[in-house]
């Protein structure tokens, strides 16, 4: 019985969950930092700063900083006496990359974080999993390692990874990189501040970077070599997620904590949201619906997606899992609403009712924004009609990324019979009766918000307490909704579904 704490730093806040493992589990306190309204002074309305080349995402990891340290006042003003908490653990937005000229040590208690870690950036600004600026490495690394790089990494070159953009760096700021000693994910790098001291990188996010070995689960020395000189003496330790990074600073005493207690290696939000949310369990998969949509799944063996969109990233309760990450999700959603100029009410419910399953054939390629699955840099929309009522055109986005969902999830040669969704859209009853249909799977709807922050609370618990992610699910997951499918739409959407894979190939044709 015990009180762990998980941090959750996303692409656009900082959220905190306590949960209490006695007396059957409830949340404890929780409290967030939205970074574009609370911190108006980092100038990064959506978590990101402005930059003139649209492919260029980055942001100041001193706003992450800033947004912890806000997180943890507010959680420490919530009432809840932080002395309480038996460990710790966070989440962090995949991918990113933070570039020190110094090693992170015991932290000095008269100064802020941004403050005393300032001096010991290289890189004033860290590229996030947005950015999309390094085809030209990618292919580079696609030249040199072919699909070795997939078959031994779990992923090819893919853009957002940190490998291409540690090499973009390294050859565009020669200097800078000399001046780097250690390369850290966003998750590595908070957690060496809570530690005040180095900490490791855990298998689930480091296999987002094009550069771990999951044959061997080491870094790959002649991937490093090649991305960037040196670089293998620059990366922290590999480590498995049940692994203690080390003992709270003294300077978060200032909240209440108690100094020294266990602070578990963090992890990515996708591996944290697999066991948050439940679905560890293989049969089982998770859909979040959020500003981007990601599928994903535990794997009873390794395998990687012949198609190259998926991914292979550690699995926290132990193996593997996949992940493929769907850029246009809410963002697109939200995208056709406007543009009909209609209400979210209209859009979730009347417009389904006033349609039926299979809409015509209608197809619709929401590629608002460059996306990943599949690779698309040039965005744009496609549609396979050219007539629509605007009900027409709202089935014909949900039932195509719902359709796009279970393509590029079927390299895994699962039959997923239970799926769990999380995140805004999963309100939308409609949307979960065109996915339970499409997948012929009963969708279960958590209402746990933050599963990220959750699945690093349960971290934190399964290490400290010896709960297993089954345990801590029951008692802090279960579902609040079940949405059966209806056999009676399997063979509409098994033909819709090739429809889409033909019109997908077309419209979408491989750009590296
Ligand atoms: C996963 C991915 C995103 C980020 C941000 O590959 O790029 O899900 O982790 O949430």
């Known amino acids: 019985m015990g009180f762990y704490l998980g941090i959750d730093v996303s692409t656009q806040s900082v959220k905190c969950i306590i949960i209490d493992t006695g007396n059957g589990g409830r949340v404890a306190a929780e409290s967030s930092v939205n970074f574009g309204r609370d911190l108006p002074g980092h100038h990064s309305p959506n978590g990101f700063l402005f930059n003139d080349d649209p492919l260029v995402k980055q ?87 072919g699909s070795r790089l997939q078959r031994d990494t779990g992923s090819p070159a893919s853009e957002r990874f940190t490998g291409p953009q540690i090499r973009k760096f390294a050859r565009t700021e020669p200097e800078a990189w000399c001046d780097t000693c250690r390369v850290h994910l966003v998750s590595s790098f908070l957690c060496s501040v809570l530690c005040g001291g180095e900490a490791p990188i855990d298998f689930g996010d480091g296999a987002g970077m094009n550069l771990l070995n999951l044959r061997t689960l080491r870094w790959d020395p002649e991937i490093a070599e090649f991305i960037a000189p040196g670089l293998l003496e620059k990366l922290p330790q590999v480590v498995p997620s049940a692994t203690v990074a080390g003992g709270l600073d003294r300077w978060f005493g200032r909240f209440g904590f108690r100094p020294g207690i266990p602070v578990i290696v963090w992890s990515g939000d996708n591996p944290n949201s697999l066991v948050g949310s439940g679905s560890a369990t293989p049969g089982m998969a998770g859909i979040s619906l959020g500003t981007s949509d990601t599928f994903f799944a535990p794997m009873r063996d390794f395998k990687t997606d012949p198609q190259g969109c998926g991914h292979v990233f550690g699995n926290p309760a132990g193996g593997f899992m996949s992940l493929i990450c769907f850029t246009n999700g809410s963002l697109a959603r939200d995208a056709v609403r406007r543009e009909k100029n209609v209400s979210w009410e209209f859009f979730d419910c009347d417009a389904l009712r006033e349609t039926s399953p299979g809409n015509g054939g209608r197809l619709l390629l929401p590629y608002f924004e460059p996306e990943s699955t599949p690779p698309v840099v040039v965005p744009g929309v496609r549609r396979n009609y050219i007539h629509a009522t605007p009900a027409e055109e709202i089935r014909a986005i949900l039932e195509s990324q719902a ?73 802090f997951s279960q579902p609040t909704e079940f949405t059966v499918p209806n056999p009676a739409n399997a063979e509409i959407y098994r033909e819709l579904g090739e429809k889409f894979r033909e019109f997908e190939a077309l419209s979408a044709p491989r750009e590296r």
């Open 59 to 145: 942001a100041d990891p001193l706003m992450w900083l800033d947004g912890m340290e806000l997180a943890l006042e507010r959680l420490a003003g919530s009432g809840f006496d932080l002395a309480l908490i038996d460990g710790i653990s966070g989440s962090g937005q995949q991918h990113g990359s933070v570039y020190l000229r110094k090693e992170i040590t015991s932290l000095m208690p008269g100064r802020t974080l941004a403050e005393q870690i300032k001096p010991r950036l290289s890189r004033p600004v860290a590229p996030i999993w947005m950015d999309r600026s390094t085809t030209t490495e990618c292919r580079e690394l696609d030249a040199k390692f």
């Open 403 to 475: 359709l796009s969902l279970r393509l590029h999830s079927s390299w895994q040669g699962e039959e997923f019979r239970r799926i769990r969704l999380t995140g805004g859209a999963s309100k939308s009853a409609g949307f979960r009766q065109i996915l339970a249909d499409v997948f012929q799977a009963e969708i279960e709807t958590i209402q746990v918000s933050n599963s990220a922050g959750l699945g690093a609370a349960f971290r934190a618990a399964n290490v400290v307490e010896a709960l297993d992610f089954d345990q801590l699910a029951a008692m």
